[in-house]
């Protein structure tokens, strides 16, 4: 009688320790799956947004040198070669 307990009691403990591995393994590799695709998400949305501050930057660095550029040939328009040095001379 001792023998089928002894050999239902160690059947019973291999097939729990089983589901435990099977469980086990199962769960890593749905977690590191889900993980990988919430790490994804982030890095694509920290990209996104490093790319819409870099263009508004380079926006605002092409808006001042469109601004400078008007100016400069506002400022220049209608001078002749005489009135050019001397503009030049009083810009040093």
């Not at 589901?19 to 920290?46: G, Y």
Request: glycine fraction near 2%; include cysteine.
């Amino acid at each position: 009688m001792r023998s089928i307990r002894t050999r239902m009691t160690a059947t019973i403990l291999c097939v729990i320790f089983l589901a435990l591995v099977v469980a086990t393994l199962l769960s890593t590799f749905f977690i590191r799956r889900t993980e990988s695709r919430k790490t994804d998400q982030l890095l694509m949305k920290l990209c996104e947004t490093g790319e819409q501050s870099l263009d508004y930057y380079f926006d605002s660095v092409e808006n001042s040198v469109l601004k400078v550029t008007t100016y400069a040939e506002e400022d220049l328009k209608g001078t002749d070669d005489e009135e050019l040095e001397a503009h030049m001379e009083f810009l040093r």
